[in-house]
Protein backbone atom coordinates (compact mmCIF):
# COMPACT_ATOMS: atom_id res chain seq x y z
CA UNK A 1 0.00 0.00 0.00
CA UNK A 2 1.03 3.29 -0.85
CA UNK A 3 0.45 7.33 -0.27
CA UNK A 4 1.58 9.52 -2.89
CA UNK A 5 2.09 12.44 -1.68
CA UNK A 6 2.29 16.12 -3.96
CA UNK A 7 3.31 19.91 -3.62
CA UNK A 8 5.83 18.58 -0.18
CA UNK A 9 8.32 20.59 1.14
CA UNK A 10 11.19 19.86 3.80
CA UNK A 11 8.91 20.60 7.21
CA UNK A 12 6.06 17.78 5.20
CA UNK A 13 8.80 15.19 5.05
CA UNK A 14 10.14 16.07 8.38
CA UNK A 15 6.87 15.40 10.37
CA UNK A 16 4.92 12.68 7.91
CA UNK A 17 8.08 10.26 8.29
CA UNK A 18 8.51 11.14 12.06
CA UNK A 19 4.48 10.13 12.69
CA UNK A 20 4.66 7.29 9.61
CA UNK A 21 7.80 5.90 11.58
CA UNK A 22 6.31 5.73 15.28
CA UNK A 23 2.88 3.74 13.90
CA UNK A 24 2.67 3.25 10.11
CA UNK A 25 5.58 1.45 8.58
CA UNK A 26 4.53 -1.98 8.25
CA UNK A 27 0.81 -1.07 7.15
CA UNK A 28 1.86 1.41 3.84
CA UNK A 29 4.50 3.30 2.47
CA UNK A 30 5.26 6.95 1.61
CA UNK A 31 6.28 8.69 -1.51
CA UNK A 32 7.47 12.37 -1.39
CA UNK A 33 6.83 14.80 -4.76
CA UNK A 34 7.64 18.11 -4.54
CA UNK A 35 5.60 19.24 -7.80
CA UNK A 36 2.08 19.51 -7.54
CA UNK A 37 -0.44 16.90 -8.75
CA UNK A 38 -1.79 17.55 -12.16
CA UNK A 39 -2.45 15.47 -15.20
CA UNK A 40 0.81 15.80 -16.25
CA UNK A 41 2.09 14.08 -12.91
CA UNK A 42 -0.35 12.14 -11.92
CA UNK A 43 1.19 8.79 -13.39
CA UNK A 44 3.60 9.44 -9.93
CA UNK A 45 0.36 7.87 -8.06
CA UNK A 46 0.29 4.58 -10.31
CA UNK A 47 -0.52 1.88 -8.01
CA UNK A 48 -1.01 4.47 -4.78
CA UNK A 49 -3.93 3.46 -2.30
CA UNK A 50 -4.45 7.48 -2.09
CA UNK A 51 -2.82 10.78 -3.05
CA UNK A 52 -2.19 13.48 -0.05
CA UNK A 53 -1.94 17.08 -1.63
CA UNK A 54 -1.91 20.47 -0.31
CA UNK A 55 -3.97 24.03 -0.45
CA UNK A 56 -2.77 25.22 -4.36
CA UNK A 57 -3.32 21.52 -5.79
CA UNK A 58 -6.53 21.82 -8.17
CA UNK A 59 -7.83 18.23 -8.81
CA UNK A 60 -10.88 19.08 -11.36
CA UNK A 61 -12.77 16.02 -12.61
CA UNK A 62 -10.12 15.37 -15.02
CA UNK A 63 -7.56 14.85 -13.00
CA UNK A 64 -9.51 12.88 -10.55
CA UNK A 65 -10.66 10.48 -13.63
CA UNK A 66 -6.70 9.93 -14.29
CA UNK A 67 -5.98 8.96 -10.64
CA UNK A 68 -8.91 6.67 -10.78
CA UNK A 69 -8.26 4.79 -13.71
CA UNK A 70 -4.69 4.20 -11.86
CA UNK A 71 -6.03 2.79 -9.02
CA UNK A 72 -6.15 5.55 -6.41
CA UNK A 73 -9.03 5.02 -4.20
CA UNK A 74 -8.60 8.39 -1.78
CA UNK A 75 -7.65 11.68 -1.74
CA UNK A 76 -6.35 12.96 1.08
CA UNK A 77 -5.90 16.62 1.81
CA UNK A 78 -3.27 18.18 4.32
CA UNK A 79 -5.31 20.85 5.07
CA UNK A 80 -8.31 22.69 6.31
CA UNK A 81 -10.21 24.25 2.86
CA UNK A 82 -11.28 22.07 0.21
CA UNK A 83 -12.17 24.41 -2.44
CA UNK A 84 -9.32 22.81 -4.88
CA UNK A 85 -10.83 19.44 -4.96
CA UNK A 86 -14.14 18.53 -7.46
CA UNK A 87 -15.95 16.37 -4.58
CA UNK A 88 -18.71 15.77 -6.79
CA UNK A 89 -16.68 14.57 -9.62
CA UNK A 90 -14.59 12.41 -6.59
CA UNK A 91 -18.25 11.07 -5.13
CA UNK A 92 -19.00 9.96 -8.98
CA UNK A 93 -16.11 8.17 -8.82
CA UNK A 94 -16.64 6.87 -5.43
CA UNK A 95 -13.56 8.30 -4.62
CA UNK A 96 -12.98 9.34 -0.88
CA UNK A 97 -11.88 12.56 -0.21
CA UNK A 98 -10.95 13.40 3.47
CA UNK A 99 -9.48 16.98 4.91
CA UNK A 100 -7.63 18.06 8.10
CA UNK A 101 -10.32 19.94 9.67
CA UNK A 102 -9.51 22.25 12.62
CA UNK A 103 -6.34 21.24 13.55
CA UNK A 104 -4.80 24.09 15.49
CA UNK A 105 -7.20 26.65 14.44
CA UNK A 106 -5.56 29.39 17.20
CA UNK A 107 -2.23 28.92 14.83
CA UNK A 108 -4.21 30.73 12.18
CA UNK A 109 -5.85 33.25 14.58
CA UNK A 110 -2.78 34.34 15.88
CA UNK A 111 -1.23 34.53 12.99
CA UNK A 112 -3.96 37.18 11.71
CA UNK A 113 -3.64 39.06 14.93
CA UNK A 114 0.52 39.30 14.71
CA UNK A 115 -0.45 40.82 11.01
CA UNK A 116 -2.64 43.10 12.41
CA UNK A 117 -0.29 44.07 14.93
CA UNK A 118 2.69 44.13 12.24
CA UNK A 119 0.87 46.36 10.01
CA UNK A 120 -0.59 48.90 12.11
CA UNK A 121 2.48 49.20 14.28
CA UNK A 122 4.75 49.15 11.29
CA UNK A 123 7.35 46.71 12.68
CA UNK A 124 8.30 44.83 9.37
CA UNK A 125 9.25 48.57 8.35
CA UNK A 126 10.66 49.65 11.61
CA UNK A 127 12.81 46.34 11.64
CA UNK A 128 14.33 47.48 7.91
CA UNK A 129 14.78 51.15 8.87
CA UNK A 130 16.85 49.90 12.01
CA UNK A 131 19.23 47.78 10.19
CA UNK A 132 20.34 50.67 8.24
CA UNK A 133 20.86 52.90 11.35
CA UNK A 134 17.92 54.91 10.39
CA UNK A 135 15.97 55.41 13.72
CA UNK A 136 13.70 57.84 12.55
CA UNK A 137 9.85 57.55 13.81
CA UNK A 138 8.11 59.61 11.11
CA UNK A 139 5.20 57.27 9.43
CA UNK A 140 5.79 55.09 11.51
CA UNK A 141 2.05 55.69 13.54
CA UNK A 142 -0.13 53.16 14.61
CA UNK A 143 -3.09 52.88 16.55
CA UNK A 144 -4.15 51.35 19.85
CA UNK A 145 -5.52 48.35 19.26
CA UNK A 146 -7.65 48.38 22.39
CA UNK A 147 -11.16 49.75 22.21
CA UNK A 148 -11.60 49.63 18.62
CA UNK A 149 -13.99 47.53 16.73
CA UNK A 150 -12.86 44.20 14.67
CA UNK A 151 -15.29 42.71 12.45
CA UNK A 152 -14.98 38.90 11.66
CA UNK A 153 -16.34 37.36 9.06
CA UNK A 154 -16.79 33.43 9.18
CA UNK A 155 -17.48 32.10 13.50
CA UNK A 156 -16.28 28.61 12.67
CA UNK A 157 -12.98 27.51 14.64
CA UNK A 158 -10.95 29.96 13.54
CA UNK A 159 -13.30 33.10 13.46
CA UNK A 160 -13.74 32.39 17.19
CA UNK A 161 -10.10 31.40 18.16
CA UNK A 162 -9.16 35.00 16.95
CA UNK A 163 -12.62 36.60 18.58
CA UNK A 164 -11.42 35.21 21.63
CA UNK A 165 -7.28 36.44 21.63
CA UNK A 166 -8.92 40.18 20.32
CA UNK A 167 -11.26 40.08 23.09
CA UNK A 168 -8.16 39.99 25.15
CA UNK A 169 -6.56 43.10 23.84
CA UNK A 170 -9.83 44.73 24.63
CA UNK A 171 -11.40 45.36 21.10
CA UNK A 172 -15.31 45.48 20.31
CA UNK A 173 -16.63 42.52 18.80
CA UNK A 174 -18.97 42.18 15.34
CA UNK A 175 -19.55 38.80 13.70
CA UNK A 176 -21.13 37.86 10.66
CA UNK A 177 -22.14 34.08 9.84
CA UNK A 178 -25.42 32.99 8.00
CA UNK A 179 -24.77 30.28 10.75
CA UNK A 180 -24.31 31.74 13.80
CA UNK A 181 -21.80 30.18 16.44
CA UNK A 182 -23.01 30.30 19.72
CA UNK A 183 -19.22 30.75 21.22
CA UNK A 184 -18.90 33.83 19.72
CA UNK A 185 -21.19 35.29 21.98
CA UNK A 186 -19.69 35.06 24.83
CA UNK A 187 -16.89 37.84 23.26
CA UNK A 188 -19.41 39.76 20.70
CA UNK A 189 -22.48 40.31 18.93
CA UNK A 190 -23.87 38.97 15.91
CA UNK A 191 -25.27 41.42 13.43
CA UNK A 192 -25.56 41.81 9.47
CA UNK A 193 -22.87 41.98 6.98
CA UNK A 194 -23.55 45.55 6.05
CA UNK A 195 -24.08 46.95 9.84
CA UNK A 196 -20.60 45.39 10.75
CA UNK A 197 -18.46 46.90 7.68
CA UNK A 198 -19.90 50.13 8.41
CA UNK A 199 -18.71 49.66 12.12
CA UNK A 200 -15.49 48.01 11.91
CA UNK A 201 -11.99 49.40 12.13
CA UNK A 202 -10.82 46.37 11.02
CA UNK A 203 -12.42 43.33 9.13
CA UNK A 204 -11.25 39.55 9.73
CA UNK A 205 -12.07 36.93 6.89
CA UNK A 206 -12.57 33.42 8.58
CA UNK A 207 -15.28 31.72 5.94
CA UNK A 208 -14.69 29.45 3.61
CA UNK A 209 -13.87 29.76 -0.34
CA UNK A 210 -17.12 28.60 -2.09
CA UNK A 211 -18.93 29.27 -4.94
CA UNK A 212 -21.69 32.35 -3.15
CA UNK A 213 -18.18 33.73 -1.42
CA UNK A 214 -15.68 34.46 -4.49
CA UNK A 215 -14.99 38.19 -4.19
CA UNK A 216 -16.87 38.26 -1.36
CA UNK A 217 -14.78 41.32 -0.88
CA UNK A 218 -15.39 43.64 -3.62
CA UNK A 219 -15.80 47.20 -4.83
CA UNK A 220 -19.18 47.05 -2.95
CA UNK A 221 -18.06 45.56 0.21
CA UNK A 222 -15.00 47.82 0.21
CA UNK A 223 -17.30 51.00 -0.10
CA UNK A 224 -19.23 49.72 2.41
CA UNK A 225 -16.05 49.63 4.87
CA UNK A 226 -15.40 52.24 7.17
CA UNK A 227 -13.61 54.85 5.43
CA UNK A 228 -9.13 54.14 6.34
CA UNK A 229 -10.28 50.90 7.92
CA UNK A 230 -7.92 47.73 8.14
CA UNK A 231 -8.57 44.48 6.00
CA UNK A 232 -7.52 41.10 7.00
CA UNK A 233 -7.36 37.91 4.99
CA UNK A 234 -6.16 34.84 6.69
CA UNK A 235 -8.85 32.70 4.97
CA UNK A 236 -8.76 32.23 0.93
CA UNK A 237 -7.29 34.36 -1.84
CA UNK A 238 -10.45 33.90 -4.08
CA UNK A 239 -12.36 36.03 -1.72
CA UNK A 240 -11.21 38.84 -2.53
CA UNK A 241 -11.24 40.17 -5.64
CA UNK A 242 -8.05 41.95 -5.92
CA UNK A 243 -7.97 44.92 -8.59
CA UNK A 244 -10.97 46.18 -6.26
CA UNK A 245 -8.75 45.99 -3.54
CA UNK A 246 -6.21 47.59 -5.31
CA UNK A 247 -8.33 50.50 -6.33
CA UNK A 248 -9.90 51.04 -2.76
CA UNK A 249 -5.74 51.13 -1.55
CA UNK A 250 -4.92 54.10 -4.36
CA UNK A 251 -8.45 55.80 -3.23
CA UNK A 252 -7.33 55.32 0.62
CA UNK A 253 -11.03 54.13 0.81
CA UNK A 254 -9.23 51.49 2.42
CA UNK A 255 -6.72 52.35 5.06
CA UNK A 256 -4.23 48.95 4.98
CA UNK A 257 -4.35 45.60 3.89
CA UNK A 258 -2.82 42.45 5.10
CA UNK A 259 -3.01 39.49 3.27
CA UNK A 260 -1.72 35.76 3.90
CA UNK A 261 -3.69 34.53 0.42
CA UNK A 262 -3.81 35.74 -2.71
CA UNK A 263 -6.31 34.38 -5.58
CA UNK A 264 -3.29 34.02 -7.97
CA UNK A 265 -0.89 32.61 -5.46
CA UNK A 266 -0.77 29.27 -7.03
CA UNK A 267 2.00 30.41 -9.13
CA UNK A 268 4.12 31.78 -7.07
CA UNK A 269 3.46 30.94 -3.51
CA UNK A 270 6.07 28.07 -1.85
CA UNK A 271 8.45 28.47 -4.54
CA UNK A 272 11.51 31.04 -4.43
CA UNK A 273 11.07 33.40 -7.32
CA UNK A 274 13.83 35.55 -5.60
CA UNK A 275 16.09 35.30 -9.08
CA UNK A 276 12.97 35.61 -11.65
CA UNK A 277 10.72 38.33 -13.22
CA UNK A 278 7.21 37.66 -11.87
CA UNK A 279 4.46 38.16 -14.28
CA UNK A 280 1.67 39.08 -11.97
CA UNK A 281 1.62 42.58 -12.32
CA UNK A 282 -1.69 42.78 -9.52
CA UNK A 283 0.93 40.75 -7.16
CA UNK A 284 3.47 43.05 -7.94
CA UNK A 285 1.17 46.60 -7.47
CA UNK A 286 -0.33 45.05 -3.71
CA UNK A 287 3.39 44.55 -2.68
CA UNK A 288 4.13 47.93 -3.55
CA UNK A 289 2.05 49.90 -0.93
CA UNK A 290 3.45 50.80 1.98
CA UNK A 291 0.51 49.97 3.86
CA UNK A 292 0.38 46.25 2.47
CA UNK A 293 1.28 43.17 4.38
CA UNK A 294 1.75 40.02 1.99
CA UNK A 295 2.92 36.61 3.15
CA UNK A 296 2.47 33.41 1.52
CA UNK A 297 -0.11 31.42 3.21
CA UNK A 298 1.94 30.13 6.31
CA UNK A 299 -0.61 30.44 9.05
CA UNK A 300 -0.74 26.88 9.71
CA UNK A 301 2.91 27.17 10.10
CA UNK A 302 3.61 26.11 13.41
CA UNK A 303 5.44 22.66 14.81
CA UNK A 304 1.74 21.97 16.66
CA UNK A 305 -0.19 22.30 13.21
CA UNK A 306 2.04 20.31 11.44
CA UNK A 307 2.22 17.14 13.82
CA UNK A 308 -1.77 17.01 13.97
CA UNK A 309 -1.83 17.41 10.19
CA UNK A 310 0.43 14.36 9.75
CA UNK A 311 -0.91 12.31 12.59
CA UNK A 312 -4.65 12.64 11.32
CA UNK A 313 -3.71 12.42 7.92
CA UNK A 314 -2.15 8.70 8.21
CA UNK A 315 -4.94 8.12 10.79
CA UNK A 316 -6.94 8.55 7.91
CA UNK A 317 -5.04 6.79 5.23
CA UNK A 318 -5.08 3.67 8.12
CA UNK A 319 -8.61 3.64 8.69
CA UNK A 320 -9.11 3.76 4.90
CA UNK A 321 -6.92 0.37 4.32
CA UNK A 322 -8.55 -1.10 7.38
CA UNK A 323 -12.00 -0.55 6.33
CA UNK A 324 -12.66 1.56 8.86
CA UNK A 325 -15.49 4.94 8.97
CA UNK A 326 -13.07 8.27 7.99
CA UNK A 327 -13.94 10.30 10.40
CA UNK A 328 -13.31 13.45 8.23
CA UNK A 329 -14.82 12.17 5.27
CA UNK A 330 -16.06 14.51 2.91
CA UNK A 331 -17.79 12.47 0.23
CA UNK A 332 -19.83 9.21 0.82
CA UNK A 333 -18.29 5.85 -0.28
CA UNK A 334 -19.70 2.42 0.36
CA UNK A 335 -17.40 0.69 2.12
CA UNK A 336 -14.20 -1.83 0.67
P1 LIG B 1 -15.04 26.43 9.79
O1 LIG B 1 -15.73 25.53 8.82
O2 LIG B 1 -14.90 26.00 11.22
O3 LIG B 1 -15.78 27.86 9.80
C1 LIG B 1 -16.15 28.56 8.65
C2 LIG B 1 -17.31 29.48 9.04
O4 LIG B 1 -17.61 30.32 7.93
C3 LIG B 1 -18.60 28.71 9.37
O5 LIG B 1 -19.11 29.12 10.63
C4 LIG B 1 -19.55 29.11 8.23
O6 LIG B 1 -20.92 29.15 8.64
C5 LIG B 1 -19.02 30.47 7.88
N1 LIG B 1 -19.48 30.96 6.58
C6 LIG B 1 -19.82 30.25 5.48
N2 LIG B 1 -20.23 31.09 4.50
C7 LIG B 1 -20.13 32.34 5.00
C8 LIG B 1 -20.42 33.63 4.47
N3 LIG B 1 -20.89 33.78 3.23
N4 LIG B 1 -20.20 34.69 5.26
C9 LIG B 1 -19.74 34.55 6.52
N5 LIG B 1 -19.46 33.36 7.07
C10 LIG B 1 -19.66 32.27 6.33
O7 LIG B 1 -13.63 26.75 9.15
P2 LIG B 1 -12.29 27.20 9.89
O8 LIG B 1 -11.55 26.01 10.38
O9 LIG B 1 -12.60 28.28 10.85
O10 LIG B 1 -11.45 27.77 8.64
C11 LIG B 1 -11.88 28.91 7.93
C12 LIG B 1 -11.09 29.02 6.65
O11 LIG B 1 -9.73 29.33 6.97
C13 LIG B 1 -10.99 27.70 5.86
O12 LIG B 1 -12.08 27.55 4.99
C14 LIG B 1 -9.70 27.85 5.11
O13 LIG B 1 -9.99 28.33 3.82
C15 LIG B 1 -8.92 28.90 5.89
N6 LIG B 1 -7.65 28.40 6.43
C16 LIG B 1 -6.49 29.09 6.16
C17 LIG B 1 -5.26 28.65 6.63
C18 LIG B 1 -3.97 29.38 6.36
O14 LIG B 1 -2.89 28.80 6.58
N7 LIG B 1 -4.01 30.63 5.92
C19 LIG B 1 -5.18 27.41 7.42
C20 LIG B 1 -6.46 26.79 7.71
C21 LIG B 1 -7.64 27.27 7.21
Redesign the pocket.
Known amino acids: MKLAMFSTQAYDVKYFEHIHGTKFTSKFELTFHPIRLTTDTALLAKDATAVCIFVNDVLGADVLRQLHSYGVRAVLLR???Y?GVDLEAAQDLGMLVANV??YS?ES?AEFAVAQIQTLNRKTHRAFNRVRESNFSLNGLVGFTLHGKTVGI???????VACAKILHGFGCRLLA????P?EVFKQYGEFTDLDSLLAQSDIVSL?????P??KH?VNEKFLNSMKKGAMLVN???GGLIETKAVIAALKSNQLGSLAL??YEGEESVFYGDHSGEVIADDLLMRLLSFPNALVCG????LTEESLQEIATTTLQTMDDLIEGRTCQHALTKVPKS
Open positions: CAGNPGPIIGTGRIGYDPYNHCPLMNTLTSRDVHQAF
